[in-house]
């Protein structure tokens, strides 16, 4: 499947670690009237945020994926935990596993 012109732009935008514009505030448009539609795409089986974030949802757990070549934290320091934490979170996303990024469980909630 591919995906509407503004959305993709909005997906590299992100994988790339650009920095967010005006337009990731703004909803899509809609594929066939232009108008502004909704703040997030779908299709069958991907959503792509405004800011460009992916998910893609799958048919089932993969609870074997999840345990098999999964990211250990060989460097218990704070920072360690930090450079770990986000390929951890990733390789739960991409086995349909959600796990809650670790910044969100500052104080502040990462604001």
């Known amino acids: 499947h591919s995906i509407q012109p503004d959305v993709r732009e909005r997906y590299e935008c992100k994988k790339n670690g650009e920095l967010l514009t005006k337009a990731s505030l703004i909803p899509f448009l809609h594929?066939?009237?232009g108008d502004p539609?909704?703040?997030y795409f779908q299709d069958d089986v991907r959503y792509v945020l405004c800011d460009g974030s992916l998910f893609v949802r799958f048919p089932g757990l993969n609870k074997k994926?999840?345990?098999k070549n999964a990211p250990r934290c060989k460097d218990d320091?704070?920072?360690?935990i930090r450079r770990w934490a986000p390929v951890f979170v990733q390789h739960?996303?991409?086995n349909g596993f959600y796990c809650h990024p670790f910044w969100?469980?500052?104080r502040d909630h990462g604001g």
Do not use: I, V
Not at 77 to 80: A, E, P, R
């Open 31 to 33: 594929p066939t009237s």
């Open 37 to 39: 539609d909704k703040y």
């Open 65 to 67: 994926g999840l345990d």
């Open 77 to 80: 320091s704070l920072s360690g």
């Open 92 to 94: 739960c996303l991409n």
């Open 104 to 106: 969100c469980f500052r």
